[in-house]
């Protein structure tokens, strides 16, 4: 089935837009000017649009209520008068309501094809986030005003610990500006190490519990001095649930609790410490070492609950018996001498199964008139972060084995390529020690500097995989060749941190490269004398075998003139077989010359109408066609680049081919149409060549271009073999292809396809 002759699949393609689309014609005022257009055709979406399905012959600023003289009909207008195809936006009010659309107007032959999008939705929901970004910014100002007016600290913190908002009241308790808090973390803030520790950890409990913090703490004020606050903490979540930012007020209460203080100061100033500090904590009396105090974040630490109280911790934590960790707690208890070590590793069980944890831990002696009483113990529990280290080293080590099992050059460089950091040369290139800036001068080669620089350039630029050969200067000094790629080092904000690399040598596979392109040029170079040679043989073969055929010819024409009348009829079909014989050696010899010579001199192309070459070949045909009672039915035939005599040729060979395999009792019909279509960026036409004739067995679509190749006996029908050849070398040399369908009895059908442009100065 041939698809550009399917009314009913193009009516469905075309309904199935999405989009309104309508064929117009043009209108003309007395002026002789373009006013409006003639609707001659509308898709489903068109109709439906304008609810009217009687349309055809009415203007198109009439059905679908444009202004006459108003924009959307100028550009249309303009893009028919001048052929230029435009896309536009443009709004109009239709029965009191205002709609947006995106025009995009083709003319085609002589109609206007104009597709519209409605896109009256999009506008509004871009109005309606217009003012709804007012008014959120009119909410900002209100948050802020309130905000910055309590004498409350009121705070934001992201995910991350750090302040994506402060009130005025919390800058000037820091004493800073806006722009030297916001985005710093509690620390940058001068928050103390156990504070900042604290309110991190109840960041990340409010993250996975979703649930509200509230405390109290001390921290000193910019102006006030040491100030007692109640702080709470509350999340907030996303459309999704999930935490997003973590919100704080913090009210001073100092005078509250210097009242409450006056009373009880003595006496609860350790409890009130230990029992406030965020770090695991807890204190030991006697010499049996009992719990005496144990703070929230210790018992969830060790995994117990508070009835631990006044029971020894060697009976709470048995497996600390003979550790190294324990005989630091008796050493500080016996000798008073404070102890602090980070990353210390303690085995012992908080689940169930004993497993090793790791702690920075802080112990100090209790006194009481000079004699030691009890301690304090303080274990910050930094697993995760030592368990990741030492991944990251496992995986370092990992690394460094397959860099040290390579045989490659191994480098690295900062993130614009200015430094190299050392590199392990492998005797290739020469080794350094120490990040060095001239490593291209050092390393690559003088001629090379200007491609290394454009190809580093194009990686940087965006942030691609860096690959190319170059020339290098190895480290005995000599030239070599490398074949380096570098791989980009991205941030989680997809910014290069830096780039890790590797170069191969390939130097002896270049010089075994350079060998073999000297022998392909040599090679060549002989090819082209001896296709030389073979075409100044093909002329001269073809005259000295054209000679002797001439004489045959010749003498049997004269014998039969000599023995006119005096031969029998099995003697005349002798000489007419002479005839037939001698005609076909001519046509063979003809065909090879110009199968031959197809390829040997350049055709300079030009701009090429295929109507006129159909026109031309069916005159010359004319006699062969009226014999057949043939026809040539040429519809939608380009213009395009390519040799005039070459495509003469190809389409003169096709016909012929038709008209020479028609069926005896059928009238031969012959439909060649073209259709366009762009493939990668250029443009082509896909010319179709289809008859009615014998047709042939689908297997031989592929060998029926190869040379000398007959599907049918050659005493029935004339031919060389040649002509479908000649047709695929034409099409070939003009950037194009040709196939073949067919079936027995059906016809044959010949599909070329041809580039409108050629991008060569010959063919």
């Given at each position: ?678 493939e990668f960026g250029k443009e082509f036409a896909r010319i179709t060549v289809k008859d009615n004739g014998i047709g042939f067995e689908p297997d031989y679509a592929g060998r029926i271009f190869e040379t000398f190749t007959r599907l049918n006996p050659k005493d029935k029908y004339e031919g060389t073999g040649l002509g479908l050849s000649l047709c695929k070398k034409i ?33």
């Amino acid at each position: 089935m041939d698809l550009t002759e399917n009314k009913e699949l193009f009516q469905t393609i075309f309904d199935s837009s999405s989009n309104d689309i309508a064929v117009l014609k043009s209108v003309n005022d007395q002026k002789g000017q373009v006013d409006d257009f003639l609707v001659l055709l509308l898709n489903a979406r068109g109709i439906k649009r304008i609810k009217n399905t009687e349309y055809k012959g009415k203007l198109y600023s009439e059905i679908f209520s444009i202004p006459k003289g108003g924009e959307i009909l100028q550009k249309l207008i303009e893009a028919f008068e001048t052929g230029v195809s435009t896309k536009f936006e443009s709004s109009y009010t239709v029965e009191g309501s205002k709609n947006w659309f995106n025009f995009t107007a083709v003319k085609h032959d002589k109609c206007l094809v104009v597709t519209t999008e409605d896109i009256t939705e999009q506008k509004q929901a871009e109005i309606a986030l217009s003012q709804t970004l007012d008014t959120a910014e009119k909410q900002r100002r209100l948050y802020d005003s309130i905000t910055n007016n309590t004498p409350d600290l009121v705070y934001v913190f992201d995910l991350r610990y750090n302040f994506t908002y402060a009130n005025k009241a919390l800058l000037t308790m820091w004493g800073k500006s806006e722009e030297e808090a916001i985005g710093k973390g509690l620390r940058d803030n001068g928050y103390e190490e156990w504070h900042a520790q604290m309110h991190e950890r109840e960041i990340d409990e409010i993250i996975v519990t979703k649930k509200t913090i509230r405390g109290t703490v001390s921290f000193p004020h910019a102006e006030l001095g040491s100030r007692v606050y109640d702080y709470i903490l509350v999340p907030v979540l996303n459309e999704k649930g999930e935490v997003e930012a973590i919100a704080g007020t913090t009210r001073d209460i100092t005078d509250i609790k210097q009242a409450e203080g006056k009373l009880q100061q003595s006496e609860m100033r350790l409890k009130t410490m230990i029992n406030q500090t965020s770090a695991p904590t807890l204190v030991l009396m006697g010499d049996d070492l009992r719990i005496e105090q144990i703070n929230t974040a210790m018992l969830k630490m060790i995994g117990r609950g508070e009835e631990i109280i006044g029971i020894p911790l060697i009976e709470i934590l048995p497996e600390l018996e003979g550790q190294y960790i324990w005989e630091k707690v008796q050493k500080v208890y016996t000798e008073g001498i404070n102890f602090d070590q980070s990353e210390v590793r303690v085995p012992h069980n908080r689940t169930g199964i004993i497993q090793d944890y790791y702690y920075n831990i802080a112990y100090r002696p209790l006194k009481e008139n000079g004699k030691i009483i009890g301690m304090i113990q303080v274990a910050i529990d930094v697993t995760e972060q030592v368990t990741a280290r030492k991944k990251l080293e496992e995986s370092e080590s990992r690394f460094r084995a397959l860099v040290n099992a390579s045989s490659d050059v191994i480098y690295s460089l900062n993130a614009d390529w200015t430094i190299m950091n050392p590199l392990d040369g492998r005797g290739f290139l020469s080794d350094t020690s120490a990040p060095i800036k001239n490593w291209m001068e050092k390393n690559v080669h003088a001629s090379e500097h200007d491609t290394v620089k454009k190809a580093i350039a194009t990686a940087i630029a965006h942030k691609s995989v860096f690959e190319l050969e170059h020339q290098v200067i190895t480290a005995d000094g000599s030239i070599g060749w490398t074949f380096s790629r570098a791989i980009p080092i991205l941030d989680d904000e997809h910014n290069i941190v830096e780039w890790f690399g590797s170069a191969s040598d390939i130097t002896a596979q270049k010089t075994v490269t350079e060998k073999l392109e000297s022998l392909v040029a040599e090679r060549t170079k002989e090819l082209k004398r001896s296709n030389e040679d073979l075409q100044q043989f093909a002329h001269v073969a073809s005259h000295d075998l054209k000679e002797p055929i001439r004489k045959i010819k010749t003498f049997t024409s004269r014998l039969e003139e000599h023995l006119d009348g005096k031969l029998d009829e099995t003697a005349n079909q002798f000489m007419k077989r002479i005839h037939v014989a001698t005609d076909r050696m001519f046509t063979m010899i003809d065909g090879v010359l110009a199968y031959s010579t197809i390829n040997a001199s350049m055709q300079q192309h030009q701009l090429v109408d295929l109507n006129d070459v159909i026109k031309n070949i069916e005159t010359d045909l004319d006699v062969a066609l009226q014999k057949k009672g043939g026809t040539i039915e040429a519809k939608g035939m380009p213009k395009l680049e390519g040799a005039p005599v070459l495509l003469y040729q190809l389409f003169y060979n096709l016909i012929n081919n038709s008209i020479k395999f028609s069926k005896p009792d059928l009238k031969l019909t012959i439909f060649i149409s073209s259709e366009p279509f762009v493939e990668f960026g250029k443009e082509f036409a896909r010319i179709t060549v289809k008859d009615n004739g014998i047709g042939f067995e689908p297997d031989y679509a592929g060998r029926i271009f190869e040379t000398f190749t007959r599907l049918n006996p050659k005493d029935k029908y004339e031919g060389t073999g040649l002509g479908l050849s000649l047709c695929k070398k034409i099409a070939e040399r003009h950037g194009g292809h040709i196939t073949a369908i067919g079936s027995l009895d059906n016809g044959a059908t010949f599909i070329i396809t041809l580039p409108l442009k050629q991008h060569e100065s010959g063919i």
